[in-house]
């Protein structure tokens, strides 16, 4: 037993300590959470503008139909294809020369606009109708009524959802790796290349996505419980 | 609470079956805190390993684990796996009087294949290393290679000395990983990075785009490489490193011996050197 946890402790001083080992999990983190972070902030951005038009069009068939096209394209071929094989097709032949961070961002960003945008336009169609009636009928353009009115409804609506796309990504991110990008997940691997020990590392980062993923949950129960608050008038 | 408590519980299993499992990645407890880690197999495994040519012959067929990316080691071709390493294979394999089952992975997956039983060697173009040596057992050197530099065409890079401050591509798990990492701190240069792929083509691959500035990977491939690439890279003259190259075996399987006497064999009929010549054409 005794030798057990002396071998225990070899293993973990070898696999982190020694010549700063952790140093790869921690500038792996510190990647990853960048990707995910930039590559959230454009998905919302494009998810909402993607939402606009699809929301748009569908209250009103005549308008934006051929923006509606290429939303519905856009959406369709992302979501029919895997992360990966976006990532590859975005770090090999689209972006070939690009900073490998710069385009982890933007393929991610892409991926997540997708899932957001049907997620924002749904958000959008659940605000009563009531609302947008009531804005246009108070003389407001539009424009006006989509972005002071239903648009700040909407979000409250989505938010949780959006928090949850935060957390997804998160998870998805550890795929970058295998352009060559380091990751969390890509550090413990490089970590286990060099010590040929696959299961401290790698537990490692599990429990670290894990412990973050765990965090957000949490606040993503206070964000809901704090907006369903404001719902008992 | 609750929560919190069951969660810990898992870790705490998970961890504990990470750290059983002794005889896959094998956790020696001679190994000193100033060298790099992990030491032999359990002896459940050397048990094992103890007649592995007797389990060979009884199984019909004998694995080999590689990672065919590595031309003109080995390479995929009209969907097989051919180059030098696949030939040597080839006449173990027919030593033995058994078939030969090629398995293509990760090159920095070879070592713990073999660690694990699920090969009986590894024939990877892999350099002889202290570390590797650690996990697994070599046969004889057959090869002598070296670590090449690559780079663009119109780079500034020209020597060893101008790598320092660069980012640089390998292919993980090599010793070219494991020279531009630099853990021990025995370089004299100092990269500003280190970036590894999973292929030495996505490093070269990188280069051209520009996202490395150099890549650091064994001297023929880097010649087939180059090859491919003549107008955009370059291999420069200056080697890095003189390595062996031999196969890999798990520690204390009596199968070293044998493809010792098979290198042997092909060294003296010179069919070693017809293989050689067949794939290097220079």
Not at chain 1, 151 to 163: D, T
Not at chain 2, 64 to 71: C, P, R, W, Y
Not at chain 2, 151 to 178: A, H
């Given at each position: 037993?005794?030798?057990?946890?002396?071998?225990?402790?070899?293993?973990?001083?070898?696999?982190?300590?020694?010549?700063?080992?952790?140093?790869?999990?921690?500038?792996?983190?510190?990647?990853?959470?960048?990707?995910?972070?930039?590559?959230?902030?454009?998905?919302?951005?494009?998810?909402?503008?993607?939402?606009?038009?699809?929301?748009?069009?569908?209250?009103?068939?005549?308008?934006?139909?051929?923006?509606?096209?290429?939303?519905?394209?856009?959406?369709?071929?992302?979501?029919?294809?895997?992360?990966?094989?976006?990532?590859?097709?975005?770090?090999?032949?689209?972006?070939?020369?690009?900073?490998?961070?710069?385009?982890?961002?933007?393929?991610?960003?892409?991926?997540?606009?997708?899932?957001?945008?049907?997620?924002?336009?749904?958000?959008?169609?659940?605000?009563?109708?009531?609302?947008?009636?009531?804005?246009?009928?108070?003389?407001?353009?539009?424009?006006?009524?989509?972005?002071?009115?239903?648009?700040?409804?909407?979000?409250?609506?989505?938010?949780?959802?959006?928090?949850?796309?935060?957390?997804?990504?998160?998870?998805?991110?550890?795929?970058?790796?295998?352009?060559?990008?380091?990751?969390?997940?890509?550090?413990?691997?490089?970590?286990?290349?060099?010590?040929?020990?696959?299961?401290?590392?790698?537990?490692?980062?599990?429990?670290?996505?894990?412990?973050?993923?765990?965090?957000?949950?949490?606040?993503?129960?206070?964000?809901?419980?704090?907006?369903?608050?404001?719902?008992?008038? | 609470?609750?929560?919190?408590?069951?969660?810990?519980?898992?870790?705490?299993?998970?961890?504990?079956?990470?750290?059983?499992?002794?005889?896959?990645?094998?956790?020696?407890?001679?190994?000193?805190?100033?060298?790099?880690?992990?030491?032999?197999?359990?002896?459940?495994?050397?048990?094992?390993?103890?007649?592995?040519?007797?389990?060979?012959?009884?199984?019909?067929?004998?694995?080999?684990?590689?990672?065919?990316?590595?031309?003109?080691?080995?390479?995929?071709?009209?969907?097989?796996?051919?180059?030098?390493?696949?030939?040597?294979?080839?006449?173990?394999?027919?030593?033995?009087?058994?078939?030969?089952?090629?398995?293509?992975?990760?090159?920095?997956?070879?070592?713990?294949?073999?660690?694990?039983?699920?090969?009986?060697?590894?024939?990877?173009?892999?350099?002889?290393?202290?570390?590797?040596?650690?996990?697994?057992?070599?046969?004889?050197?057959?090869?002598?290679?070296?670590?090449?530099?690559?780079?663009?065409?119109?780079?500034?890079?020209?020597?060893?000395?101008?790598?320092?401050g660069k980012v640089v591509g390998v292919q993980q798990g090599t010793t070219g990983d494991v020279y531009c990492t630099d853990e021990k701190k025995e370089n004299d240069i100092e990269v500003a990075e280190v970036k590894r792929y999973g292929k030495g083509m996505d490093a070269v691959s990188d280069l051209i785009g520009g996202r490395v500035d150099a890549v650091v990977i064994d001297n023929f491939p880097a010649d087939k490489l180059v090859e491919k690439n003549a107008d955009k890279i370059v291999k420069l003259d200056e080697a890095l490193t003189e390595e062996e190259y031999a196969i890999a075996v798990a520690k204390g399987s009596n199968l070293k011996d044998l493809i010792n006497e098979v290198l042997?064999?092909?060294?003296?009929?010179?069919?070693?050197?017809?293989?050689?010549?067949?794939?290097?054409?220079?």
């Amino acid at each position: 037993m005794q030798q057990f946890f002396e071998e225990l402790g070899t293993r973990l001083y070898d696999d982190f300590i020694y010549q700063e080992r952790y140093m790869y999990i921690v500038k792996g983190l510190g990647n990853t959470v960048l990707i995910t972070v930039f590559a959230l902030l454009i998905g919302v951005i494009l998810g909402v503008l993607i939402a606009v038009v699809r929301a748009v069009h569908a209250g009103d068939k005549s308008k934006l139909k051929l923006l509606n096209g290429i939303c519905g394209l856009y959406l369709t071929v992302i979501r029919g294809t895997p992360m990966i094989v976006q990532l590859m097709i975005m770090y090999f032949a689209i972006l070939k020369s690009a900073d490998s961070l710069v385009v982890a961002v933007i393929a991610f960003g892409i991926n997540s606009g997708a899932y957001v945008a049907e997620v924002i336009r749904s958000g959008i169609q659940s605000v009563d109708r009531g609302q947008t009636e009531a804005g246009r009928s108070l003389g407001l353009t539009q424009r006006q009524t989509m972005v002071r009115i239903v648009m700040p409804q909407a979000f409250r609506n989505v938010a949780p959802a959006i928090f949850n796309e935060f957390i997804s990504l998160l998870k998805e991110t550890s795929v970058a790796g295998y352009v060559g990008i380091q990751d969390l997940t890509k550090g413990g691997d490089i970590i286990r290349s060099i010590t040929y020990d696959a299961f401290p590392p790698l537990l490692v980062v599990g429990a670290i996505y894990l412990v973050i993923v765990i965090g957000l949950t949490r606040i993503l129960a206070v964000l809901e419980r704090r907006f369903a608050k404001s719902d008992l008038r | 609470m609750k929560k919190q408590l069951s969660v810990l519980l898992v870790l705490v299993l998970l961890f504990s079956f990470g750290a059983c499992a002794t005889d896959n990645t094998g956790a020696s407890g001679n190994s000193t805190p100033e060298s790099s880690p992990t030491g032999s197999t359990t002896s459940e495994s050397t048990a094992a390993a103890d007649d592995a040519v007797a389990a060979i012959k009884a199984k019909g067929k004998i694995v080999m684990v590689t990672n065919a990316e590595f031309e003109p080691f080995e390479y995929k071709e009209n969907d097989e796996i051919v180059g030098i390493d696949a030939e040597i294979a080839q006449k173990i394999a027919e030593k033995l009087g058994v078939e030969l089952e090629i398995t293509d992975i990760a090159f920095d997956s070879c070592v713990p294949s073999v660690q694990g039983g699920k090969a009986d060697f590894a024939a990877a173009g892999m350099s002889i290393t202290e570390d590797r040596m650690k996990n697994v057992d070599f046969t004889d050197n057959y090869f002598n290679a070296s670590q090449m530099i690559i780079v663009g065409i119109d780079s500034d890079i020209k020597s060893r000395e101008d790598l320092n401050g660069k980012v640089v591509g390998v292919q993980q798990g090599t010793t070219g990983d494991v020279y531009c990492t630099d853990e021990k701190k025995e370089n004299d240069i100092e990269v500003a990075e280190v970036k590894r792929y999973g292929k030495g083509m996505d490093a070269v691959s990188d280069l051209i785009g520009g996202r490395v500035d150099a890549v650091v990977i064994d001297n023929f491939p880097a010649d087939k490489l180059v090859e491919k690439n003549a107008d955009k890279i370059v291999k420069l003259d200056e080697a890095l490193t003189e390595e062996e190259y031999a196969i890999a075996v798990a520690k204390g399987s009596n199968l070293k011996d044998l493809i010792n006497e098979v290198l042997r064999e092909l060294d003296e009929s010179g069919e070693m050197a017809d293989i050689l010549s067949k794939y290097i054409s220079e």
